[in-house]
């Protein structure tokens, strides 16, 4: 990962800036790692507060995790959404097909939430639909 440079650890800093293949790199380091991938992938998390018993709901605010890309012969394995006013609306998810090639999205500068769901939706589709990997007749 060498263009990249990190400013600050919460990545809400404009100084922080990396290519989209240092992403894909930071992307399968972090998706191999088996807790964060559960994480990352799961739509929704109940839990217990505390000592007080409360359960709350947490909910993912990734849409691809309830789209056709995460059902059927699609697995997303890993994804991160973010945004800042510098960089737009920006995703990194990786996705299997019949537990077969896995495709690492990186997508920045999406004008708005819809439009980064759907260019994903449409990339990942595209790949897999028309993409033939070295070893396929």
């Given at each position: 990962m060498n263009q990249s440079q990190f400013t600050d650890e919460t990545g809400l800093s404009a100084g922080n800036i990396a290519s989209p293949r240092d992403l894909v790199t930071l992307a399968g380091a972090a998706f191999s790692q088996p807790d964060l991938a559960r994480a990352v992938t799961t739509s929704q998390y109940l839990f217990t507060v505390g000592s007080s018993g409360r359960r709350r709901l947490?909910?993912?605010?990734?849409?691809?995790?309830?789209?056709?890309?995460?059902?059927?012969?699609?697995?997303?394995?890993?994804?991160?959404?973010?945004?800042?006013?510098?960089?737009?609306?920006?995703?990194?998810?990786?996705?299997?097909?019949?537990?077969?090639?896995?495709?690492?999205?990186?997508?920045?500068?999406?004008?708005?939430?819809?439009?980064?769901?759907?260019?994903?939706?449409?990339?990942?589709?595209?790949?897999?639909?028309?993409?033939?990997?070295?070893?396929?007749?």
């Open positions: 947490a909910v993912s605010t990734d849409q691809l995790l309830q789209s056709f890309i995460n059902t059927g012969p699609y697995r997303i394995t890993g994804a991160k959404t973010g945004h800042l006013d510098e960089a737009g609306y920006t995703l990194v998810v990786t996705v299997q097909k019949d537990n077969g090639p896995t495709v690492t999205l990186v997508l920045l500068g999406a004008a708005s939430q819809p439009d980064r769901w759907q260019e994903a939706k449409g990339l990942v589709d595209w790949v897999f639909g028309h993409y033939r990997w070295p070893d396929e007749s």
